[in-house]
């Protein structure tokens, strides 16, 4: 086995379900010809982050007293993670789930900000770790993500330099819903 496709693979296993704000929908790229996708038969992959839920509160994880048939069915049909600890914060918590690392190896110990730093305080995804967009685009998968971003509020850290085709959400917590190149709203004083 190549070292390449044993670190793909591991890369991906240590990934799970955590929670924080962030969809991930990969699929086959449309530059590979059919023939090619129809003897590869790749699955799509789906990884979702919610902010402020429980454990208990799908279906798929226990007895939810909140009905989620849709979250549920795709549970039962793919992958259901269980070993997946989350940073107590979302900036954290999403930048293990975007890098299968702790978040402090990824530049992510604390929350998102603009920094010149470098080191496990910084605020972005650093440059030494590689998202799962990037492995996956690199194997050929179109990726594309839909959410809060919060790892990072500043080109070149945003999620399309990251390893996502297209993006569409927020780039920070408190930003701004018409104009994401605005992270912080203000709010005008009379």
């Not at 998968?141 to 569409?168: I, L």
Request: glycine share 10%; aromatic share 10%.
């Amino acid at each position: 086995m190549d070292t390449a496709a044993w670190s793909r693979r591991e890369f991906l296993r240590t990934l799970g379900v955590a929670a924080a704000g962030c969809c991930l929908n990969p699929l086959a790229r449309a530059q590979t010809t059919s023939s090619q996708r129809a003897s590869e038969k790749r699955p799509n992959i789906i990884l979702i982050m919610v902010d402020d839920m429980g454990f208990s509160d799908l279906g798929c994880y226990g007895a939810s007293v909140i009905q989620t048939p849709h979250i549920d069915g795709l549970a039962a049909r793919g992958l259901r993670f269980s070993q997946f600890y989350n940073a107590a914060r979302c900036c954290p918590t999403r930048a293990s789930l975007l890098t299968g690392l702790y978040p402090h190896q990824a530049g992510m110990g604390g929350m998102v900000k603009k920094s010149s730093q470098s080191g496990p305080y910084q605020g972005y995804l650093n440059r030494r770790c590689i998202t799962i967009a990037e492995v996956l685009r690199a194997a050929g998968y179109a990726t594309f993500m839909s959410g809060k971003w919060h790892v990072g509020e500043e080109r070149p850290y945003w999620p399309t330099d990251r390893g996502f085709d297209h993006y569409f959400g927020l780039i920070n917590g408190a930003a701004n819903y018409w104009d994401i190149t605005k992270t912080k709203t203000k709010t005008k004083t009379k």
